[in-house]
């Protein structure tokens, strides 16, 4: 009897000392609540992040514990478990830092790595709007159109063009357009100033219940910053006649609302032989709201349009003959314009300790107008082949979700969960592919209509925590409703399809230790097709899905390193692709891709950085025998990375590279599109508030081709056509001189 009395005490005890919680409040030295601060439980592994209000609360905690404050720009901040602690409130007061990789802790979340990426971000910034995806490993960019349109953009073994595989939104705000007059997926970034960038989320494959439409090769969400510590303003001027101008200014700052207004402006000619006469202008102004409490709420507006000309891709043999130089142009009358406008709101309600409302809304008005000539003269030997783009696009959409936790059983036992519904509806008019001359004269409409594109959407996401164990399952269904009146029939020509996608994701985590994280990822995604697609197919597989998986591991050895690597493979069922250029419908057979990525970062003291990532895939299409089943453009290795370095004396900057190897540029790798090797270079001297820099790309002026085609063309004095790369040389050496304020 005396040993079950003691053994029953000793259970009590133990129960009592493993089972509380620990829980308060989390603010800057100004006495400001933080939101999104990190709290990790080093002994255990459990962790949580403090709310709107700063109010935070991990469970799971005995005396001895230590827990660990951590935000990027904070100095970190270590509690050890006293009796005291124990079922109490606290307020923690974390210290502005430079960022650091000591300031990341890595936990069981689904995303870990993007944390650590924002490490890269914040250590060298972004200079310019081609840099924002560069910072996400493994993506590869290329423009064609002298930075008029958007980038071409290679990920995972795929050639995404402007954005087909791959979704990317900024504060929730969507990027990709669907059904474009271009291509499907247009995703268009230079609306973004890059200064009001604050970090990146990213996640590689279709494994994410909250991502729907594009979100095949992975996603990007961007982050802009809710307000600004000082006032600034930025020049810059360099070759090619190269202008931009930068200012941000805080119009509202007190202790529950900031505001700010952002501008840029960026001119030049180019390094081309025709000038570019390239202009952009954007502005943006932001508003926030918050309670310190319960509520926080995001209002922004902002404005952007562009001209320009373009020398458009040349073919290899005009410049071996001599007829023009790298360069130069076959058809120097591209070019186009292009705006977008938008106004949208994001706004969290903090319920309680343990749930929250997230809802946004917004509205974009587009307009874009392209003039392309890719074959010169194969279509027709007097006019040439020019062809103009055009569309006026509005879209409005909305979505909302619910998140909550708790505990089961246990206290070391957690589960949250997500649900969301929402819509995005895309009202398209006069989309237009047209034969013109010169820019002017309209020869031949080849495709000509309205699109009207709805998808609404629910998903479900949990997150299952017990122990060293993490199981996120996940489920989407998405609603597509296609219509299409072709304006070039005859008679009323409307075509309507509806469509649902359901699908299932789920990602086990095990933390092996507090250094070391292993995943597993599997999910189904996909990306919609063209709504003249899925009426010309009477709605047949017009969304075809992408199947996911990934293992790999995240390790942090020791404060200042943090290396991750993963296996992955993803297969891609068959679909009709609306080839934009032409106005016709092509099949694309089933792909496989499988590949292998690899990460390093490493903070070598307190003023110097590297990061690094090298990634390899093998991707063939299944329904085509050996030999003749490659992907073109496909490419199977690229590494990106760099060093950067701060503070020393009063300079700062960053030597980075970029790398794509040889990849084939048609299906049976007669034609191959050669590889290059990049390195950029900037250097800043600051004093006092006044910052002087130079931003150098192509620091060696290496000789690149930034993108590169197969294609069959005819020059102006040959009898028959002739299939081979097409090219947009890439930048030489490009230098610009930087000066910046601070106030």
Avoid: C
Avoid at 604 to 622: E, H, Q
């Amino acid at each position: 009897m005396k040993q079950l009395i003691i053994f029953f005490a000793f259970f009590i005890v133990s129960h009592w000392l493993s089972a509380h919680e620990l829980n308060g409040t989390i603010v800057s030295e100004d006495n400001i609540p933080l939101e999104g601060v990190g709290v990790y439980n080093k002994t255990t592994g459990g962790y949580t992040y403090s709310n709107v209000s700063g109010y935070f609360e991990l469970d799971d905690i005995s005396i001895g514990d230590i827990v660990f404050f951590y935000s990027l720009g904070y100095s970190n901040y270590q509690l050890t478990i006293e009796e005291k602690h124990l079922d109490s409130t606290i307020k923690i007061a974390l210290k502005e830092s430079v960022v650091s990789l000591e300031q990341v802790v890595l936990v069981s979340k689904v995303n870990a790595l993007s944390t650590f990426v924002n490490v890269d971000v914040k250590a060298n910034p972004i200079k310019s709007s081609q840099e924002i995806l560069r910072k996400v490993p493994g993506l590869i960019i290329g423009q064609h159109a002298g930075g008029g349109k958007a980038e071409q953009i290679f990920l995972r073994g795929f050639d995404i063009d402007h954005g087909t595989d791959i979704a990317i939104n900024v504060d929730g705000l969507p990027v990709n357009m669907v059904s474009h007059a271009h291509g499907q997926g247009y995703s268009d970034m230079h609306f973004i100033i890059p200064e009001t960038i604050d970090n990146i989320d990213f996640g590689k494959g279709p494994y994410y219940a909250d991502k729907g439409n594009f979100n095949t090769a992975g996603y990007i969400d961007l982050k802009t910053k809710k307000n600004i510590k000082n006032n600034s303003i930025a020049v810059e001027a360099g070759q090619f006649n190269t202008l931009r101008a930068l200012s941000m200014f805080k119009i509202v700052e007190d202790d529950f609302n900031n505001a700010y207004i952002a501008s840029e402006m960026v001119l030049t000619d180019g390094f081309f032989d025709s000038p570019q006469s390239f202009n952009r202008f954007n502005i943006m102004g932001r508003y926030n709201y918050n309670n310190r409490k319960d509520q926080d709420l995001s209002l922004s507006i902002s404005h952007f349009q562009s001209k320009w000309d373009a020398s458009g891709q040349i073919p290899q043999r005009a410049v071996d003959q001599g007829l023009i130089g790298r360069f130069g142009a076959i058809d120097d009358t591209e070019g186009g314009h292009t705006s977008r406008s938008n106004l949208w709101v994001n706004h969290s309600k903090q319920l309680d300790e343990h749930s929250r409302l997230k809802s946004k809304a917004y509205v974009s008005k587009y307009d874009f107008e392209l003039f392309s000539n890719f074959t010169f003269f194969l279509e027709d030997p007097v006019n040439g082949d020019q062809i103009r783009q055009f569309e006026d696009r509005t879209i409005i959409g909305a979505e909302t979700a619910y998140e909550r936790s708790f505990h089961v059983g246990d206290h070391d036992t957690q589960f949250k969960y997500e649900s969301g519904i929402g819509f995005r509806y895309d009202d398209v008019n006069d989309v237009e592919l047209s034969r013109t001359l010169n820019r002017k004269t309209t020869l031949e409409q080849l495709a000509f209509g309205d699109v009207d594109e709805l998808n609404t959407y629910g998903f479900i996401n949990a997150t299952y925590k017990k122990n060293n164990w993490t199981i996120n399952p996940g489920l989407r269904l998405d609603y597509f409703k296609f219509d299409y009146d072709n304006f070039l029939s005859e008679t009323y020509d409307h075509k309507s399809e509806d469509k649902l996608f359901l699908g299932p994701k789920l990602n086990v985590l095990f933390a092996a230790s507090k250094n070391l994280q292993l995943f597993a990822k599997s999910g189904i995604g996909f990306h919609s097709n063209d709504s003249r697609v899925v009426t010309a197919n009477n709605g047949k597989e017009i969304l075809p899905a992408a199947y996911g998986a990934d293992l790999g591991a995240i390790v942090k050895p020791a404060e200042r390193v943090v290396v991750n690597a993963a296996l992955w493979s993803l297969f891609l069922d068959q679909e009709f692709v609306y080839v934009g250029d032409a106005g016709i419908v092509e099949p694309s057979g089933k792909t496989k891709r499988y590949g292998a990525d690899f990460g390093l970062r490493y903070q070598l003291n307190d003023w110097l950085y590297f990061n690094g990532d090298v990634n390899y895939t093998f991707a063939r299409s299944t329904d085509e025998p050996d030999g003749e089943d490659y992907i073109p453009l496909s490419p199977d290795l690229t590494s990106s990375g760099g060093f950067s370095f701060r503070d020393v004396g009063n300079f700062s900057g960053g030597l980075n590279y970029r790398f794509i190897g040889d990849r084939p540029a048609n299906e049976d790798d007669s034609i191959v599109a050669e590889g290059y090797f990049v390195t950029d270079f900037n250097l800043n001297y600051s004093i006092k508030n006044w910052t002087l820099g130079i931003i150098v790309e192509n620091l060696f002026d290496t000789e690149w081709n930034e993108t590169q085609f197969a294609t069959e063309s005819r020059l102006f004095n040959e009898s028959a056509p002739v299939e081979e790369i097409h090219f947009t040389p890439g930048s030489p050496f490009y230098a610009r001189a930087k000066i910046s304020v601070v106030f």
